[in-house]
């Protein structure tokens, strides 16, 4: 009987160190398409929507004026920050694009470790990240409806 509890003491252990550890999104530190650096970890204490793209593809091309469209909602709530991030273009034809797209967020350069830690296999890939710096919903591909999921778990994080 002991053994039986001490097992299962040890699993809820391993199990909640995964949870916790899987939880916290990866830190990182990209540049900005003026050069400045900017870090996930800046954003400690405000929930962040991320936003993984590029200019070459079609599903991202259509999420981006919804992307817009919701900072735009939300540019003035001091809780929240939008980051785009750029997948593998040169700077000079993403600032371009994000002229041509009126993109008003800050919009990122990756690089490969940023694309490894965030096992981005697929784009367009959208990250919700709370307040703590944890991870709380991964959105993958785009379709209308998407807005609506967004906004939803927007409003459960910054109520």
Known sequence: MLFKKVL??????????TFSFAAS?????????????????????????VDFWASWCPPCRQSIPAV???YEEYKDNGN????????????????KFVEK???KY??????????S???????PAFFLIDQKGNMYNKYVGYSP???????EDIKKLIK
């Open 68 to 70: 817009e469209k919701l």
């Open 8 to 17: 299962l003491f040890l699993a809820l252990c391993v199990s909640f160190a």
């Open 106 to 115: 800050t919009v990122l350069m990756s690089d490969k470790k940023v694309i």
């Open 25 to 49: 999104a990866p830190d990182f530190t990209l540049q900005d398409l003026n050069g400045q650096k900017v870090s996930l970890s800046d954003f400690k204490g405000k929930v962040v929507f």
């Open 145 to 151: 409806d998407s807005e609506n999921s967004w906004k």
């Open 80 to 95: 929240i920050v939008f980051l785009g991030i750029n997948l593998n273009e040169d700077k000079s034809s993403v600032s």
């Open 117 to 123: 830690n965030y096992k981005i296999s697929g784009i």
């Open 101 to 103: 797209q009126k993109i």
